[in-house]
């Protein structure tokens, strides 16, 4: 009788924890769909040419502070073989730029990327809810939301379709006007 009632509870208790994991699982996709609307509503025909020919990407927390790469990825570093950067540290505390190591090379960038175009940049994008801002010379600019790869796009807003690949069109949904976001996969 004891076995019983104890089989009872323990399976009451896990078919609760169950219900509330899927209950939690589906708010969280709702909201960070919720999220990216609103985004899309409050930033709907923003001016985002500032960001041009850059990527802004969070790399995470480091000694109390969020450390950011900034990539010009129209310019390759021959030295190197890969993109030029900066490395650009936000107190979490104060939300103030608390150091800056860009590259030799950050001149080159187009528009050029001194230290004061740079805090322009970082300025401008902490204003905004995201974890990546990445633009090409065409005024396509897109945003990351969520913790996937660097510089990985939630949603876009196209200026010159003709920029995109098939796959863009594949893995991508219009939600309103020039803006589109990753589809879901299952």
Partial sequence: MYSALLFFRVNRWCSLVGALTLLLTGCH???????????????????FRLFRNTLIASRGKDD??????????????????????????????TDSITSIRDSEQT????????SVAIVRLMR???????????????GNISFGFGSGELGSAD????????????????????????????????
């Fill in 124 to 138: 401008r994008f902490l204003r905004y809810p995201v974890n990546s801002i990445g633009s090409d010379a065409y």
């Fill in 155 to 186: 949603i876009t807003r196209v200026e010159d379709s003709t920029r995109f690949d098939a796959t863009f069109w594949q893995t991508h949904a219009r939600v309103q006007g020039p803006w589109y976001e990753r589809k879901v996969e299952d």
């Fill in 107 to 114: 001149e080159q960038c187009t528009p050029a990327l001194d």
């Fill in 64 to 93: 109390g502070n969020w450390v950011y790469l900034l990539f010009c990825p129209g310019q390759v570093n021959a030295k190197k073989g890969n993109d030029l950067m900066a490395v650009v540290r936000v107190s979490v505390a």
């Fill in 29 to 47: 996709s709702s909201t960070e769909e919720e999220r990216r609307r609103e985004f899309i509503k409050r930033h709907y025909a923003e001016d």
